[in-house]
């Protein structure tokens, strides 16, 4: 089974700071895995994801995430925080190995970003 | 929200009756998916579709059916059956070309409240 996990309900930080919304993740094979945005009452936004290759990634918005096999994380982070920022955010795995594997999303990660 | 059209937006229905949310997406995408989202619990997989005329459970599909005859459209009924229908439901889209690692393009959602 796959699983993910969002361990912070809501993360707060000053506009100018540097975010990090924490994600790990469990599958038996090859993670694939995705970061998405949602702003309220509206659907997900895609961000970024990692497949293969550079550990960094660099997505949307100003957004990266950098995936850690031996932690089995998949933080995303960015350097300059924006009070537009400020919105829910969803870690995704999908199984790489096991193409009958849907994606499995944490349970979001609510972002305030304060002026 | 991309080329992901939901109808409608907001839908009231009384205990006992069935309802059908509309999902229409114009990506050429092979593959749909249906998610309830309910606070805190992250996105629930209810039914996926990757062909016409195919359509497979996902990991809440009791009290709900689909229908997928036209590459376009895969609407939802929420049937009697579910209990707790009460939930904001997200259709999305997703491209099969190349393998399971391209990111799902969401609709904006439809909240249904049950009186």
């Known amino acids: 089974a796959q699983s993910v996990a969002q361990p912070e309900d809501q993360v707060n930080v000053a506009e100018g700071n540097p975010l990090t919304v924490k994600c790990t993740y469990s599958v038996s094979g090859n993670p694939y895995l995705f970061w998405y945005v949602q702003y309220p009452n509206r659907g997900l936004q895609f961000l970024l994801k990692?497949?293969?290759?550079?550990?960094l990634v660099k997505g949307s918005y100003g957004f990266e995430a950098e995936f850690n096999k031996s932690q089995t994380s998949f933080h995303l982070k960015k350097p300059s925080a924006l009070v537009s920022d400020s919105a829910l955010y969803f870690c995704?795995?999908?199984?790489?190995?096991?193409?009958?594997?849907?994606?499995?999303f944490g349970g979001g990660t609510r972002l305030m970003v304060k002026p | 929200d991309g080329g992901i059209t939901q109808s409608p937006k907001y839908l009231f229905r009384k205990e006992g009756q069935n309802v059908t949310l509309s999902c229409e997406q114009n990506?050429?995408?092979?593959?749909m998916y249906w998610y309830r989202q309910d606070p805190g619990q992250g996105l629930r997989l209810i039914y996926y579709?990757?062909?016409?005329?195919?359509?497979q459970k996902g990991d809440i599909a009791e009290g709900y059916s689909v229908s997928r005859e036209k590459k376009e459209s895969f609407p939802l009924t929420v049937t009697s059956a579910q209990k707790n229908p009460t939930a904001f439901y997200l259709c999305a889209s997703g491209d099969l070309g190349g393998g399971m690692y391209n990111e799902q393009f969401f609709g904006p959602g439809t909240r249904l409240t049950v009186l």
């Open positions: 579709s990757q062909i016409v005329n195919d359509f």
């Open positions: 990506l050429n995408h092979d593959a």
């Open positions: 995704a795995v999908r199984d790489g190995d096991n193409a009958g594997n849907m994606l499995t």
């Open positions: 990692y497949i293969t290759g550079d550990n």
